[in-house]
């Protein structure tokens, strides 16, 4: 451990980090700026290929940073696993989704951990960050190392540390997010927080893995519920006819007691629609029921229906048939002035609407095209702009995605109607514009 440590703090460890996602390639940057040598290990070559070229595919990652440091010789990205043989730390970022079933899908885990064990060696830190149910880390890293004949604690550390990424924060990245850290003994634990103290300003231990790995489940889990409540809610006052924007906006005045959430289409992104499933398996296990969670799923999974529904509703007071009417929809992305289409509720309503046979566009000023997971499986093309002609040939305009490169007064003025699922066209007066 001593030698161990020593490397660490005098930055001649060298890092491997695998999955060259939205969590692992911000992270390896950051350890390549700081003068650690770092392998950026990923299997698809088209993403390895790019970053080798200096090119960002994230959001958060400039290509400048990125030319940097492969310059430097500090970042080498790589689809080949042996160079795990020449690593100090490794740092586990794969994605961890859902089968259709909702069942935790663990084999990106599983397999990098398949790759990664014929290299191993004594004096070494594995560190999964992967979103995952309680027990991950102990189960399918710390044991899997066991089985080769080594001591964790003593011959291989082994931590989690849950990933913090929020695409696109102006705010908080990588460096200036709080680090929350758990590891199977106590020296597992000093490892890792000297590692990740190299790179993040504040890094917080806690006493377990399965402590940090249900610290990112609560966090999620937090957004998932209290969404869900406010989808709810937006449906009820609906039918009161009640702004629940305003009821909001009122409620948000509150100095205590009170944090505001906000309806819209569905949830995406790739936590908070996963993680609390994680936990609602997981829990399943010991015969406790998360009643929340799935009460809370249900109503996410189902707003895109009620998005439809909406729709269609809007239509047939102005006589038109959802079957063969021409809709715009307004973003793709899940959230706001990003390319990430992870979950997207929008391709639910997307998808929703092309089964009632409307004709159905998409712009998004950040996104070209998506792949049609249902049938084709062939890329949609997506509008970047469209002139005040195209508009007003639509019968209904759908906003799912907030962007600031969206000129709500424009479209407000050239759209026949308008259905606002975000507030999108806040402040602005029109009698078609219809709100969620």
């Not at 911000?26 to 090119?55: Q, R, S």
């Not at 969404?227 to 009122?250: K, S």
């Not at 305009?397 to 050239?414: C, E, G, M, Q, S």
Request: with cysteine.
């Amino acid at each position: 451990m001593n030698a161990l440590m020593e490397k660490i703090k005098t930055k001649k460890a060298v890092i491997g980090v695998v999955g060259m996602g939205y969590v692992g390639l911000p992270l390896a940057v950051e350890f390549a700026k700081k003068g650690f040598t770092v392998y950026g290990i990923d299997l698809l070559e088209e993403k390895i290929n790019m970053l080798k070229k200096g090119k960002s595919y994230i959001i958060d990652v400039k290509d400048s940073e990125v030319r940097e440091c492969i310059k430097k010789g500090n970042f080498i990205p790589t689809t080949d696993y042996s160079v795990a043989k020449k690593t100090d730390c490794i740092s586990i970022a794969v994605p961890t989704p859902l089968q259709k079933s909702k069942d935790p899908d663990i084999s990106y885990i599983t397999s990098s951990m398949n790759s990664i064990r014929k290299y191993l060696h004594k004096d070494m830190l594995v560190v999964l960050e992967s979103t995952t149910y309680p027990g991950t880390t102990r189960e399918l890293i710390a044991d899997e190392i066991e089985k080769e004949g080594y001591k964790v604690g003593k011959d291989i550390f082994v931590a989690f540390s849950p990933e913090r990424v929020d695409p696109g924060n102006p705010k908080y990245n990588t460096k200036n997010t709080p680090k929350v850290i758990g590891g199977i003994t106590k020296k597992d634990t000093d490892l890792s927080l000297a590692l990740y103290g190299q790179v993040i300003e504040k890094v917080i231990p806690v006493n377990t893995p399965e402590e940090a790995e249900m610290v990112k489940l609560l966090e999620n889990t937090f957004r998932a519920v209290n969404i869900g409540l406010v989808n709810e809610l937006a449906i009820m006052c609906h039918r009161m006819g009640i702004d629940m924007w305003n009821v909001i906006d009122a409620a948000s005045t509150k100095p205590f007691g009170f944090m505001p959430f906000y309806p819209g289409p569905g949830i995406g992104g790739h936590c908070i629609p996963l993680d609390p499933m994680y936990l609602s398996w997981k829990a399943k296990m010991y015969d406790f029921y998360n009643r929340f969670i799935e009460l809370s799923s249900d109503v996410n999974t189902n707003m895109p229906r009620f998005v439809v529904g909406k729709v269609a509703e809007i239509l047939n007071k102005r006589k038109i048939a959802i079957n063969g009417s021409k809709i715009l929809l307004m973003g793709m992305a899940y959230k706001k002035d990003i390319d990430d289409l992870r979950e997207s509720p929008s391709f639910e309503v997307y998808h929703l609407l092309k089964e009632d046979k409307a004709n159905v566009s998409v712009i998004d000023p950040m996104v070209n095209y998506f792949i049609d997971e249902r049938g084709t499986h062939k890329k949609v093309r997506v509008l970047n702009t469209i002139s005040e002609k195209e508009l007003e040939s639509y019968d209904c305009v759908i906003l799912l995605t907030n962007h600031t490169k969206f000129d709500y007064k424009w479209y407000a003025k050239h759209s026949k109607v308008i259905f606002d699922t975000r507030n999108g066209f806040k402040g602005i007066s029109s009698k078609n514009i219809i709100k969620l």
